[in-house]
């Protein structure tokens, strides 16, 4: 190819950007992947609050629930704070909220009851969730010791997650937004949460599965049925043997 032609190839490069998606100005997705026509009605207002501590590598997840959580609950009532540990200055606020007393946090420690038993003291709580991996939220925990203050509660159910396009460790694993609508269903005494919070992830599911996507069994069940192709390690072995009936927040 001569240089002459060369440069007229490189002239006919248009100046402006390609066309990109146009995206949901509510959900901020590609507008044909959007699931805002799943969200409840009219936003549900809850007495309490949940307090959602994201490590910084879930924001960069596409599939990740807790837009979901923020835009099915009413203004302020789910906050999202950014970081590896907690409180640091530019969470305005965050101190405050996690040394008030009926602040919460969701956490399968030894010392956690099950939140069932706390129903009956306060009508509002700050409910807090660590909203990572399963070992990203280990680490946050471990390098927040404000939170070790903090009175600590585990989730009991029989629920099944339906975040069946994702990988989870164990049977028992909730992701982020199914977590906070049972936790808000038990705490509220009203399966409202249970029921209209979840309905985007259906929706994000479904379509994932109608273009190529596979459902996900957990490690604990391909350990289980033998079919799991790598070896475990000991961390997972670990993770396991302590879960039990407890629901994890794996997101």
């Known amino acids: 190819m001569e240089e002459e032609d060369v440069w007229e190839d490189l002239s006919n490069i248009p100046a402006d950007p390609p066309h990109m998606r146009e995206l949901c100005e509510n959900c901020k997705r590609p507008q044909v992947v959007c699931w805002c026509a799943a969200l409840p009605p009219e936003r549900l207002q809850p007495r309490s609050n949940i307090i959602l501590l994201q490590h910084p590598a879930e924001e960069k997840r596409c ?10 609950l009413a203004e302020n009532k789910c906050l999202i704070f950014k970081g590896k540990k907690f409180p640091q200055p530019r969470h305005d606020n ?20 099950d939140i069932n038993d706390l129903v009956n003291e306060n009508d509002l709580y700050n409910l807090v969730l660590l909203d990572g991996t399963w070992p990203q939220a280990k680490a946050i925990y471990a390098s927040s010791p404000i939170l070790h203050n903090i009175r600590q509660v585990k989730l009991i159910t029989s629920t099944v997650s339906s975040y069946i396009i994702r990988t989870q460790p164990t049977e028992g694993c909730l992701s982020t937004l199914e977590t906070a609508a049972e936790a808000l269903s038990q705490l509220e005494k009203d399966p ?18 109608d273009n190529g996507a596979v459902t996900h069994q957990s490690k604990e069940f391909l350990l289980k049925t033998r079919t799991y192709p790598k070896l475990i390690g000991k961390r997972l072995s670990r993770l396991l043997r302590s879960t039990n009936d407890t629901v994890l927040n794996l997101d």
């Open 63 to 72: 599939l990740r629930t807790a837009p979901m959580l923020q835009l099915g």
């Open 192 to 209: 409202i949460y249970r029921d209209q919070l979840v309905q985007p992830l259906h929706i994000l599911c479904q379509y994932q599965l």
């Open 94 to 113: 965050l101190e405050n909220i996690l040394t008030q007393s009926n602040t919460i946090l969701l956490y399968p420690s030894k010392t956690a009851i």
